[in-house]
């Protein structure tokens, strides 16, 4: 049983590369969200989706763009790395019923230099 | 404004010793309560929720919180503690009235060595 997997696991980009974090859930959830964990300031969140075809922005969108073409994939795309997205990022998962916890992977680290 | 709090940034205790790390929420309807556990270079895992009923909810890996409506808290607590035990503990929250709204408040962790 995978749950929630997010490739790669590491990465280091040079400022100004773009690439695409995967995330792709197995549980067939409709809720999905990204967040970032930087050293001592918990978890924010960045984006989230309700279901295929609809997403919605968090505490802090800048940078990122999201898309959901599928129930089990949640890209999540960097445009123009800074060194400010330097952090770990995790994707999760939530089932139906409002009462159920999220899922994790085990996230991307991701260094800009 | 939802809010919570996790008032210590590292928790300490002697293997054996009973544990607890404390979590205070502030949200405007009924709260729906998570505790999660971070071991190094993983992901948060689930450990348990209090969303009605009794107010002592019993979790994974011997684990327990305690809900406490007046003082608006949710203290994770464990009897005796094992040095496996030592991992970052997130507190989070969502305001039960909030309909579909399934975004988590979360607080910012606390770090809990135990020691052999």
């Known amino acids: 049983n995978a749950g929630v997997t997010q490739t790669p696991k590491f990465r280091i980009l040079k400022i100004g590369q773009s690439m695409t974090l995967q995330c792709t859930q197995d549980?067939?959830?409709?809720?999905m969200y990204w967040y970032r964990q930087d050293p001592g300031m918990g978890l924010k969140l960045i984006y989230y989706s309700v279901g295929a075809g609809i997403t919605d922005k968090g505490e802090v969108p800048n940078g990122y763009n999201v898309s959901r073409s599928t129930t089990e994939d949640f890209p999540l795309r960097l445009e123009l790395a800074a060194p400010s997205q330097t952090s770990v990022y995790f994707c999760?998962?939530?089932?139906?019923?409002?009462?159920?916890?999220?899922?994790f992977g085990d996230g991307t680290r991701l260094s800009i230099l | 404004a939802q809010s919570v709090a996790q008032p210590e940034d590292q928790v300490n205790v002697a293997e054996g010793n009973p544990l607890t790390v404390k979590c205070t929420y502030s949200v405007s309807g009924n709260p729906y309560l998570f505790w999660y556990v971070q071991y190094p270079n993983r992901g948060l895992q689930f450990l348990l929720k209090y969303i009605t009923g009794d107010n002592l909810v019993k979790g994974s890996y011997g684990f327990e919180a305690e809900f406490n409506k007046s003082q608006t808290s949710f203290h994770l607590k464990k009897p005796s503690a094992l040095v496996s035990d030592s991992a970052l503990y997130f507190c989070?929250?969502?305001?039960?009235?909030?309909?579909?709204?399934?975004?988590?408040?979360w607080g910012l962790g606390t770090s809990l060595a135990v020691n052999p």
């Open positions: 989070a929250v969502r305001d039960g009235n909030a309909g579909n709204n399934r975004k988590l408040i």
């Open positions: 999760a998962s939530s089932g139906p019923g409002t009462n159920q916890p999220q899922h």
């Open positions: 549980m067939n959830h409709n809720y």
